[in-house]
T-cell receptor, first 113, second 113 residues
Framework: GNSVTQMEGPVTLSEEAFLTINCTYTATGYPSLFWYVQYPGEGLQLLLKATKADDKGSNKGFEATYRKETTSFHLEKGSVQVSDSAVYFCALSDWEYGNKLVFGAGTILRVKS | DVKVTQSSRYLVKRTGEKVFLECVQDMDHENMFWYRQDPGLGLRLIYFSYDVKMKEKGDIPEGYSVSREKKERFSLILESASTNQTSMYLC????????????FGPGTRLTVT
């Protein structure tokens, strides 16, 4: 079946540090890939997405590239801010799985000033 | 802007009570979803609906039921609340298609005592 594996957290960084959160997936079809972010006390919101191999999603300085050969969709940001502190979820959606999202466990990011 | 609203942010109920959680979306989305979120377990799909009066079980449907009488509204019902149903409940909606993102409500934190 489909699954998503993310690096465990929490990840603690100083402001302006480089961020990478690893995400790998297993899927039987050709999934779309997503990163969602959840700020404290809120629901999830879409951060970025990619719908086919080699697509790069980007938003608010975050980037992720859909790598079919390594089944990965790692999230990166060149310089994090305190306001980026949140929980980040990698997810996939697959036609063969009925368009439902399969989520990773989430990675807590804490950015210190 | 897409809006998904949930009837309560916080709810406290007693064991054995019948609990209704309501979700409304304003973007004419075909799909609606109910998840629960627990620390260390990420998001788990309870039920989803791809059309009015249509529903499908997710990964953890036991102890829950749902109702979708109108396209914009999706209700989650706990027939007899138990303490192990204490959790954060998140509603989401989307258009049909694996490449469409889901839009989430702010969540309802339910405590069953």
């Amino acid at each position: 079946g489909n699954s998503v594996t993310q690096m465990e957290g929490p990840v603690t960084l100083s402001e302006e540090a480089f961020l990478t959160i690893n995400c790998t997936y297993t899927a039987t079809g050709y999934p779309s890939l997503f990163w969602y972010v959840q700020y404290p006390g809120e629901g999830l919101q879409l951060l970025l997405k990619a719908t086919k191999a080699d697509d790069k999603g980007s938003n608010k300085g975050f980037e992720a590239t859909y790598r079919k050969e390594t089944t990965s969709f790692h999230l990166e940001k060149g310089s994090v801010q305190v306001s980026d502190s949140a929980v980040y979820f990698c997810a996939l959606s697959d036609w063969e799985y009925g368009n439902k999202l399969v989520f990773g466990a989430g990675t807590i990011l804490r950015v210190k000033s | 802007d897409v809006k998904v609203t949930q009837s309560s942010r916080y709810l406290v109920k007693r064991t054995g009570e019948k609990v209704f959680l309501e979700c409304v979306q304003d973007m004419d989305h075909e799909n609606m979803f109910w998840y629960r979120q627990d620390p260390g377990l990420g998001l788990r799909l309870i039920y989803f609906s791809y059309d009015v009066k249509m529903k499908e079980k997710g990964d953890i449907p036991e102890g829950y039921s749902v109702s979708r009488e109108k396209k914009e509204r999706f209700s989650l019902i706990l027939e007899s609340a138990s303490t192990n149903q204490t959790s954060m409940y998140l509603c989401a909606s989307s258009f049909s298609g694996a490449y469409y993102e889901q839009y989430f409500g702010p969540g309802t934190r339910l405590t069953v005592t």
